[in-house]
């Protein structure tokens, strides 16, 4: 019953902005972390961004400076805000959440279906 929507991909020009956005909806006891991964053709799906239920966040290096997580309020979201968009930041951008269904039940990641993200040169 656990679904992640994402939102906010499309075509942008290098230099240009877009802001992801994760809602998890369904009930979950808890959610310890939540991040974005991607996945570009031909190559294996790699992080991008976490953020702990405390507000640490980590980022891959190719990101760092011009790529922010952040979570919501209400913590069943996350946002990712993209600013200075290269060409090699196309992929198809994932949400993932990273938590518990039930109290006794073990923790494991939850995925959105993903989003395309496109940055023309």
């Known amino acids: 019953q656990v679904q992640l929507a994402e939102s906010g991909g499309g075509l942008v020009q290098a230099g240009g902005s877009l802001r992801l956005s994760c809602v998890v909806s369904?009930?979950?006891?808890?959610?310890?972390?939540m991040g974005w991964y991607r996945q570009a053709p031909g190559q294996q799906r790699e992080l991008v961004a976490t953020i702990t239920s405390d507000g640490s966040a980590n980022y891959a290096d190719s990101v760092k400076g011009r790529l922010t997580i952040s979570r919501g309020n209400a913590e069943n979201t996350v946002y990712l805000q993209m600013n200075s968009l290269k060409p090699e930041d196309t992929a198809v951008y994932y949400c993932?959440?990273?938590?518990?269904?039930?109290?006794?039940?073990?923790?494991?990641?939850?995925w959105g279906q993903g989003t395309q993200v496109t940055v023309s040169s």
């Open positions: 993932n959440a990273r938590g518990q269904g039930k109290w006794y039940e073990r923790t494991r990641d939850y």
């Open positions: 369904g009930t979950l006891f808890s959610i310890n972390s």
